[in-house]
């Protein structure tokens, strides 16, 4: 089992930035990836990021790339989303995701198999 609690959510106007952190309890924490989604008001949770447990892989959503960068601290079990150059659309919750599958390259996915509680991150236009 992995526990996951995330915080650094809030309400940033356009253009700003937040880090999100996700810290991992349980499972030793470098032996799995882990990654970000997010939900907007009626829509449908989407990917984010993901990384792998050495860092050697990430990807990230086309909507986000050049914005975001997902890192991870495997001393601290704690993965990290810096967020840059917020936009409106951003605005949304914020889930930390652990362990599952998945795979970097063409036609990169990542299902995870546990779930944070959320963050949320608002950005005013």
């Known amino acids: 089992q992995v526990q996951l609690v995330e915080s650094g959510g809030g309400l940033v106007q356009a253009g700003g930035s937040l880090r999100l952190s996700c810290a991992a309890s349980?499972?030793?924490?470098?032996?799995?990836?882990m990654g970000w989604f997010r939900q907007a008001p009626g829509k449908e949770r989407e990917f984010v990021a993901a990384?792998?447990?050495?860092?050697?892989?990430?990807d990230y959503a086309d909507s986000v790339k050049g914005r975001f960068t997902i890192s991870r601290d495997n001393a601290k079990s704690t993965v990290y989303l810096q967020m840059n150059s917020l936009r409106a659309e951003d605005t949304a919750v914020y889930y930390c995701a652990a362990d599952g599958e998945y795979y970097s390259g063409t036609g990169s996915y990542y299902y995870p198999t546990y779930w944070g509680q959320g963050t949320q991150v608002t950005v005013s236009s």
């Open positions: 990384i792998s447990w050495s860092s050697d892989s990430r």
């Open positions: 349980g499972r030793t924490f470098p032996n799995y990836a």
